[in-house]
């Protein structure tokens, strides 16, 4: 058995399930690289604890994710071949925890999408996009799969209406964006298709002409970060460990609930807006930033015991 055809065939069947496995598929085909290094016909325990110990650093819950993701894998595999052991849930034990998000100064922002014109690109591609790309995830929260999925069908430039049709389990959105905003998307436009030749179905796309992939805009992301000093500067174009893209998504939402606050404005009667426009199932999913941020934790205190102090002097 080909482990790489049968990978193929793997990722092939599961896509045409719906699954989105542009993370999953680069895992599993270094995985599978590693173990062709090996001469390795099947997968074993042994083997992936090999491959992690010289894959590099990574946190607990990031290699239980690529354990999920391997352990899958092992299971169609064994399906086909009992050979192949089954990796156990309880080879990597972790127990997920939300990370402490990365708060971006404004200036960081401003930094991020200036240097992001500074990189490399053989066509100028890169340098246009990612500063718009950049920008738009910091001023919407789009979570990096919407802004990826992004057509040019589905930003209206004339109205600045964003029309997200591949949102997180399906759900589709219409984001307003202000003016400033719809000003900066025209003009990426008009760079894209002087560059292209022609207007794309993508809305972002790369330095070949195609639609970006996770991989690309989070290293992209790493370098700039390092670039400006918010990344330690790593060799052999390794990310390093530091603010993430997904950051500037919280970033958006805790400045948004930060303005409500210092406006006076009813915070639970306004949060129904902010929960819809980030595409959040749970209202818990927003009202996590109230513990996570020490600032917003202060603010919804200082307001409650206002509240109350109220409902004592009536």
């Known amino acids: ?22 993370t999953a598929e680069r895992v599993l085909k270094q995985f599978v690289s590693f173990l062709e290094s090996k001469c390795a016909t099947h997968v074993s325990c042994t083997l992936f604890l090999e491959w992690k110990q010289g894959f590099g650093k990574a946190s607990q819950s990031t290699w239980a994710s690529r354990l999920g993701m391997v352990r899958l894998f092992s299971l169609w595999l064994h399906s086909l071949d009992p050979s192949h052991e089954i990796l156990p849930q309880s080879l990597i034990p972790s127990r997920y925890r939300r990370k402490q998000p990365y708060i971006y100064a404004d200036d960081e922002i401003r930094r991020i999408v200036e240097t992001a014109a500074l990189l490399p690109s053989r066509n100028g591609y890169r340098a246009i996009t990612y500063p718009a790309f950049f920008g738009l995830v910091s001023v919407t929260g789009l979570r990096i799969s919407e802004a990826i999925s992004l057509d040019v069908k589905d930003i209206d430039l004339q109205n600045g209406i964003i029309t997200l049709r591949k949102g997180k389990n399906g759900k589709s959105r219409l984001l307003p964006v202000t003016e400033c905003t719809t000003t900066c998307l025209k003009e990426y436009s008009r760079k894209r298709d002087r560059l292209l030749g ?45 603010p993430r893209i997904h950051d500037l998504r919280h970033t958006f939402a805790v400045n948004v609930m930060l303005n409500w606050y210092r406006q006076g404005k009813n915070v639970d009667r306004e949060m129904l807006k902010l929960i819809t426009y980030l595409g959040h199932q749970n209202l818990s999913y927003t009202y996590w930033y109230m513990e996570a941020v020490p600032e917003l934790l202060a603010l919804a205190s200082k307001q409650a015991e206002s509240h109350i102090a109220k409902e004592v002097r009536s």
């Open 1 to 22: 058995m080909s482990l790489s055809l049968e990978l193929n065939r793997y990722l092939k069947v599961r896509r045409n399930l719906g699954y989105d496995l542009s």
């Open 198 to 242: 022609h207007t794309p179905e993508p809305f972002f796309v790369s330095d070949e002409g195609t639609r970006l992939t996770d991989c690309s805009v989070r290293y992209n992301f790493a370098t700039v970060c390092q670039m400006i000093g918010l990344r330690a500067q790593q060799r052999f174009h390794k990310h390093g460990v530091g």
